[in-house]
């Protein structure tokens, strides 16, 4: 008996029951307790219908807990053994002939460590290897039963459990979470139905159109190949020449050069299906769906310089800040919404749905809020969780069906032949993450690492020596959408798949002033670290069709001449159905929390006045923010009073760009110290250039004074509060909230 298997038998009480004519209908395998169900339910999330949050829900929220639970494993009080469970006396010292004799071959115990050991690493992902996860829950809205059978939308208030993981897609596992790049947004719901794997991005839309371009974009984009750079970065030449010959990417490519590229935090990024999905209710009717994740805390990003200092500083910050965020109970929340259209509609757009490049503007197709997704558990075991789960687009439920889109079609099929490599055969659905929380039962046997027990002699269909079981489900189970056939087999595009730029120009055109400026800024960037001069015009060509405006900033950045617009392919011009979608811009969504996980730091030092920093300290935290103090060192300082109170950090290890607003307080002796290190003023000037709330209490001031930045005249996000003013946390909370001042960058470029 392996500690922590509670409940399980320790011997095989049964065995005889595998011989002789009980075989012909083999005993139930041990179940593990199903969550307890409410009277009338029939399966694990209905249970718990109604109770949205809170106590009430949990059996159901926690459903896969309880395959999970099988699998921990909890050494506290025990004998340490070798994995056969023997009993290890000695866990220092390998087996010798003589104390200063060779170790021997017999050393089973030193042998069994070290092969483990040698055999702990497994391939990483080929694209998206460095993520976190977490687990939560999805509660539907409503009864959205006239358009899906999916069970999680079958009751109003119905949970069904989640296990999300994001991810960065180019780099590799042990690469920094800041990177320009695409974030995956992977969600597996365990519903009672099978399991649905909703593996998303943060952005609508995709480089290329067809499965048959994915492994050549993803060979240009990863490091190239003769040296092996560069780490986690679209920055180099392999990458532009791929997308400069690759018009479809044009729209995707204003996307990765936004803000939403380099998010504030997985809490705040937005997450979509990407492609056009099939609703199914059960009459067969279906319609196409797009989906769409909103954060509850609105879409926030950081800025390029203030990404690349924080990979220094901080090669975690989305997964510390996802792990910390549901540490501390304040629960990560999305909405769910779909815009739902039928094929009618869909044939009228100036776009085709079945062409990942394209989104469905929100004024066109209004989103419908439908269910909300909560992360309120961190995974036990990062291995055992986030790195061995197994996202497939191919599993889906009934009331769940693919549209035609190309890409889609090679993602139905690659995920699960990734799978089999990176983790060593057939069945890692059986691992506990990737099992899903109703049993599967079907005649598929044997394979590398098998953990199902069958029973019986019977493992085909149809038989008649288990009587006939397991049964094919008929109507009650998966049904494709009866689609009619498209025509002839053929090697081509759809017609309107060879539009590129429409949309390109409607997500720049959307944006705010700053956010454009910073796609030029990032094309720019990108751009310089090409090195072959025809690969740079030649993506300037193609913003011409783009955008003039931008175009030419970016030229201009290059110090290069504008070289003429490159040739499109589709010469009939097109009429968008939308010329300005604000939805599109971040600051459409800027969220419904105040400053809840705000990460406020406060300068402090020696002589630093205690009524500043309490005032401060519990006003923010009393709204939600965290707040840090942090000193010239950790640990014990004196207070103005010569009170002894601690610095939660440094200025070393927790540098500005690691939090959303600074303050320094009064005190003139901790302000005397801190104006003269250079790493407060460097952490001040930083925050400053960045657009963060910086506010400066009493003399305070001198810091600022010292740091020689002339500010802009009446910045909103700059403040200075006198040593007892009453208000001084309210106006620091307002400016926290706006989050950042953009106005102030093209002053400190
Ligand atoms: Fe993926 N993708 N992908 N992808 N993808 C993988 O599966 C693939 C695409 C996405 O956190 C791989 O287990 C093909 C679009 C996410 O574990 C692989 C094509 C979107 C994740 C694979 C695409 C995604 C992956 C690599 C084009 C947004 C990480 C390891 C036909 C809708 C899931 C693995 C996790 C992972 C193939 C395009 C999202 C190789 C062939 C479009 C979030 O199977």
Redesign the pocket.
């Known amino acids: 008996l392996v500690d922590g298997w509670a409940g399980q038998r320790t011997h095989n009480a049964d065995k005889s029951a595998e011989y002789g004519s009980a075989a012909g209908m083999p005993p139930q395998g041990e179940h593990f307790p199903e969550p307890a169900m409410a009277a009338g339910a029939s399966t694990t999330s209905e249970a718990n219908a109604g109770a949205k949050v809170g106590a009430a829900a949990a059996a159901g929220r926690d459903a896969n807990a309880a395959p999970l639970q099988r699998a921990r494993n909890d050494g506290s009080g025990r004998h340490m053994t070798t994995n056969q469970a023997v009993a290890v006396a000695d866990n220092q010292n390998s087996l010798k002939a003589g104390l200063r004799g060779p170790a021997l071959l017999k050393d089973f115990i030193l042998r069994e460590k070290l092969t483990h050991f040698d055999h702990e690493r497994i391939p990483e ?4 290897a460095r ?1 976190s996860g977490a687990h939560g829950y999805f509660e539907a809205y409503e009864d959205l039963s006239a358009l899906t059978r999916a069970a999680p939308f079958q009751q109003a208030g119905k949970i069904t459990p989640v296990f999300v ?1 994001f ?1 960065t897609v180019a780099g590799e596992r042990g690469s920094k979470d800041t990177a320009r790049d695409v974030r ?3 969600v597996k719901f365990y519903t009672d139905q099978g399991n649905w794997d909703l ?3 943060n952005m609508p839309v ?1 480089f290329i159109q067809d ?1 048959m371009k ?1 492994p050549d974009l993803v060979h240009a984009v990863k490091p190239e190949p003769h040296h092996g750079m560069p780490q986690a970065a679209s920055a180099h030449d392999t990458f532009w020449d791929f997308v400069s010959l690759m018009p479809e990417s044009a729209h995707m490519l204003m996307w990765q050069m936004s803000d939403r590229a380099i998010p504030r935090s997985y809490r705040m990024m937005q997450g979509f ?3 056009t999905f099939r609703l199914v209710n059960a009459h067969g009717e279906s319609v196409f769906c797009k989906f769409h994740w909103t954060p509850r805390l609105g879409t926030h990003s950081l800025v390029w310089d203030e990404a690349v200092k924080i990979s220094g500083a901080d090669p975690d910050y989305h997964r510390r800040d996802l792990w910390e965020a549901i540490e501390a109970g304040d629960h990560p929340e999305y909405e769910l919404g779909i815009q739902v259209f039928s094929e009618e509609q869909a044939e009228g757009f100036s776009f085709d749905v079945l062409d ?1 490049t394209k989104i469905v503007p929100e004024e066109l197709v209004p989103i419908l809020p439908v269910g909300r997704m909560v992360f309120d558990r961190n995974p036990d075991n990062f291995f055992a969780e986030t790195e061995q ?3 497939c687009a191919a599993h889906v439920i009934p009331g769940i069906d693919f549209s035609n889109d190309p ?1 889609l079609a ?2 139905i099929h ?2 699960v032949d ?2 089999i490599s ?1 983790l060593g055969g057939p069945n890692f659905h059986e691992l506990p993450i990737n099992a899903p929380v109703v049993p599967a039962h079907n005649n598929q046997r044997d394979g590398m690492h098998r953990q199902a027990i069958h029973r019986g002699r019977v493992s085909y269909e149809p038989n008649s020596l288990a009587g006939g079981c397991p049964f094919q489900a008929g109507a009650a189970g998966f049904v494709s959408f009866a689609e009619p056939p498209q025509g002839d087999e053929v090697r081509g595009k759809p017609e309107k798949f060879a539009e590129h730029y429409a949309q390109a120009t409607l997500f720049y055109d959307s944006q705010s002033p700053a956010e454009r400026r910073h796609i030029a800024d990032a094309f720019r960037f990108e751009l310089s670290k090409v090195t072959v001069p025809a690969v740079r015009r030649r993506v300037v060509s193609m913003l011409r069709n783009v955008s003039g405006e931008l175009a030419a900033e970016v030229a201009r950045g290059l110090g290069m001449a504008l070289p003429p617009a490159m040739p499109r392919v589709c010469t009939t011009p097109v009429t968008p159905e939308v010329a300005l979608s604000p939805a599109l811009s971040l600051l459409s969504r800027p969220g419904e929390d105040g400053i809840r996980t705000r990460r406020i730091a406060v300068l402090v030092a020696d002589g630093s006045r205690a009524m500043d920093v309490t005032t401060l300290h519990e006003g923010l935290t009393a709204q939600g923010a965290v707040v840090r103090l942090l000193g010239p060192h950790v640990g014990r300082l004196q207070d103005a009073d010569g009170a002894a109170f601690d610095a939660d950090a440094s200025l070393e290890n927790e540098p500005g760009v690691l939090f959303d607003a600074l303050a320094v307080v009064g005190g003139a002796a901790a302000a005397a110290v801190l104006a003269a290190d250079v790493r407060a003023l460097e952490h001040l000037r930083d925050g400053y250039r960045h657009g963060k709330p910086l506010l400066f209490v009493g003399e305070g001031r001198q810091v600022w004074d010292a740091t020689g930045v002339t500010p802009l005249d009446n910045d909103p996000l700059l403040l200075f509060a006198g040593a007892d003013a009453d208000d001084t946390v309210q106006r620091f909370a307002a400016a926290i909230v706006r989050h950042r001042y953009p106005e102030r960058e093209p002053a400190m470029l």
């Open positions: 992902r080929v694209v998206h993520g993981r991810s995956g947004f992977a593996v998303g991005n995709f499965a994915f299906g990407v492609h990942a789960v197994a996202f890409l090679g993602r690659s995920y990734t799978q990176r």
